[in-house]
């Protein structure tokens, strides 16, 4: 088996405390990032289960919400704890040299995302992969929606999925 790459999604410290608030209102959750308005900067959450993943859509990766900032899970966390975030495919393809950081700012998101109530958004920002980091992610499995009913799962990787800032991540223009 091929050794884990890096991660095609992280999330900031901001991100992961408003998915544990959502998760405590709206129970397991889910993110899609689509390929439509905004240039697909604009993630949407769902309670798990409520959006259906085409047989051609992307798991990018499983967000654990027990986790903080540069920690590591010791243990799978149960499904509930779990935040699956998955891209299209049209969207993957555009966007599989880089990976996804998900981040939240002020302001009101979609009507259908679960953050819109909650006066903050979700944002996609992205960070290009270096030439070493392509070869690894070329040579795991990529897994759809098709593959993911039958059970695939992604490797886990050695990389922090949590990050303070999107900035710990990729640089943030004005900072």
Do not use: K
């Given at each position: 088996?091929?050794?884990?790459?890096?991660?095609?999604?992280?999330?900031?410290?901001?991100?992961?405390?408003?998915?544990?608030?959502?998760?405590?209102?709206?129970?397991?959750?889910?993110?899609?990032q689509?390929?439509?308005?905004?240039?697909?900067?604009?993630?949407?959450?769902?309670?798990?289960?409520?959006?259906?993943?085409?047989?051609?859509?992307?798991?990018?990766?499983?967000?654990?919400?027990?986790?903080?900032?540069?920690?590591?899970?010791i243990?799978?966390?149960?499904?509930?704890?779990?935040?699956?975030?998955?891209?299209?495919?049209?969207?993957?393809?555009?966007?599989?040299?880089?990976?996804?950081?998900?981040?939240?700012?002020?302001?009101?998101?979609?009507?259908?995302?679960?953050?819109?109530?909650?006066?903050?958004?979700?944002?996609?920002?992205?960070?290009?992969?270096?030439?070493?980091?392509?070869?690894?992610?070329n040579?795991?499995?990529?897994?759809?929606?098709?593959?993911?009913?039958?059970?695939?799962?992604p490797?886990?990787?050695?990389?922090?999925?949590?990050?303070?800032?999107?900035?710990?991540?990729?640089?943030?223009?004005?900072?």
């Open positions: 088996m091929p050794a884990p790459g890096p991660r095609r999604v992280r999330a900031t410290a901001a991100a992961m405390d408003l998915l544990r608030r959502l998760r405590v209102t709206h129970g397991p959750l889910m993110l899609h689509s390929g439509g308005c905004c240039d697909g900067s604009a993630p949407m959450c769902y309670p798990a289960g409520e959006f259906v993943i085409g047989d051609r859509d992307v798991l990018l990766g499983l967000l654990d919400l027990r986790l903080s900032t540069g920690e590591q899970a243990t799978e966390p149960p499904s509930e704890d779990v935040a699956a975030v998955w891209i299209s495919g049209p969207q993957f393809s555009a966007w599989q040299h880089t990976q996804l950081v998900l981040d939240v700012v002020p302001g009101r998101g979609s009507g259908f995302s679960l953050e819109a109530p909650e006066g903050y958004r979700f944002l996609s920002r992205g960070r290009v992969f270096e030439p070493a980091e392509l070869d690894a992610l040579t795991a499995e990529l897994i759809t929606g098709e593959t993911f009913e039958r059970g695939a799962r490797v886990p990787s050695p990389e922090p999925q949590v990050v303070a800032e999107a900035v710990d991540a990729c640089p943030v223009p004005g900072r």
